[in-house]
């Protein structure tokens, strides 16, 4: 269940299923709770429609969130609120292939900034992109990111407006990757470390605010138990 909470403040807001929402195809929608006390929730189905499922939700003040996921044929969807989680608009989604992209994850390290991580199809390939308005209007970066391998990245997490790190994996089976950004995504660098070998993927990343160290977690290659990786953001950044 995808949730955030405004950084210094009590404001969350959580993902969940709704049966007062139904999909296109017929399903159970989504709709969202909204809490600005971590004790009483409100429910709100106003999620746009063309939602089948959310994947990911970052609100980086107690009034502003972003939220991504897929909709039919799972094509990409992003939705912005300016009321703290109580209503949502679509997106502008020009810039995205709706028959190839899709969007795994969001962060957005202000209010104005933001970034959304996922892949492409045929042929796999990574997928991010930045807005610099709040998640109303985006740049892909694909052209910018690492493309020694295919790979697909599922988590980001940035330290700072211009300092992020995203991980996914190489393939379905792994191993887990890792990329890392200090230039606001006009360039990134992929990590060596053989210490992601050990990962079949990573699923979600975590950097503090301020910080130079990430943590990110996924399944071991020899295990499905979880697991947690940590790295510091330079040694991703430079990583040969």
């Not at 199809?121 to 020694?148: E, R």
């Not at 391998?149 to 191993?175: E, H, K, M, N, W």
């Not at 990962?199 to 943590?215: D, E, I, K, R």
């Amino acid at each position: 269940m995808p949730v955030s909470c405004a950084p210094g403040t009590t404001h969350c807001v959580a993902v969940l299923g709704s049966t007062s929402v139904t999909t296109v195809y017929g399903t159970i929608g989504q709709g969202v709770a909204v809490t600005s006390d971590l004790t009483n929730w409100s429910g709100y189905n106003s999620l746009p429609s063309q939602f089948v499922q959310v994947l990911s939700i970052s609100c980086p003040t107690s009034t502003h969130c972003v939220a991504v996921g897929v909709g039919m044929t799972d094509a990409p969807v992003i939705a912005v609120s300016t009321t703290g989680g109580v209503s949502w608009t679509e997106a502008n989604m020009s810039p995205f292939n709706p028959a190839s992209d899709w969007t795994q994850a969001v962060t957005c390290p202000s209010a104005l900034v933001c970034y959304i991580v996922g892949g492409t199809v045929g042929p796999t390939a990574p997928m991010a992109a930045i807005s610099t308005d709040g998640g109303q209007d985006w740049t892909v970066l694909d052209k910018d990111l690492p493309t020694s391998q295919a790979y697909f990245l599922d988590g980001i997490s940035c330290s700072s407006a211009s300092s992020c790190v995203a991980v996914g994996a190489l393939s379905s089976t792994g191993p887990g990757t890792a990329i890392a950004t200090t230039s606001s995504g006009t360039t990134w660098s992929q990590s060596h470390s053989s210490t992601l070998g050990q990962f079949g993927a990573l699923q979600s990343v975590s950097c503090p605010t301020g910080t130079t160290v990430c943590f990110a977690s996924g399944a071991p290659v020899s295990s499905q138990d979880p697991a947690v990786v940590t790295r510091r953001l330079v040694s991703f950044a430079g990583a040969q």
